[in-house]
């Protein structure tokens, strides 16, 4: 019975590590499309939207990765439906004052699903070959158990 409970243990662990692992990996491939599609507006300036960055990384950090891991960009997952409110919702809030011009606000709202295509095309290749590398035993978060 005690065989049990150890097995059970370092089963745990480990899905504790992988998390960990995919975790950092989602992380790093949201920073990337944040920064790839809502830093920069198509003139250079830098938009609102990179106020955000910090905001959709908790998001990340807080969602259960074993809960949108298997399928990242299905849209009725928790990911993706917390990020676009987000996005959504901080524009919303801006007041036109703010804002300077009422167009700035429309290429925002064009950039959201910019922004989500980027993360379909990042995470379909990513999060496959992030599994590899784990699987391999190449881990960006090393176990803290040993």
Request: glycine share 4%; charged share 25%; net charge negative.
């Amino acid at each position: 019975m005690s065989a049990t409970y150890m097995v059970a243990l370092c089963q745990v662990i480990d899905l504790q590590h992988l998390e960990e692992n995919m975790k950092e990996v989602m992380k790093h491939i949201v920073n990337q499309a944040i920064r790839k599609t809502l830093y920069m507006g198509k003139d250079g300036s830098m938009l609102e939207t990179h106020f955000y960055e910090k905001e959709i990384l908790q998001i990340v950090e807080h969602q259960p990765v074993f809960s949108y891991l298997g399928d990242p960009m299905n849209p009725s997952y928790a990911l993706l439906l917390q990020l676009w409110e987000l996005l959504v919702e901080k524009k919303l809030q801006e007041s036109p004052k703010e804002e300077g011009e009422t167009n700035s606000g429309y290429s925002i709202f064009k950039r959201i699903p910019v922004f989500q295509e980027e993360l379909k095309v990042i995470l379909g290749e990513e999060v496959a070959k992030a599994r590899e590398r784990f699987d391999n035993g190449n881990f960006p978060i090393p176990n803290r158990i040993k």
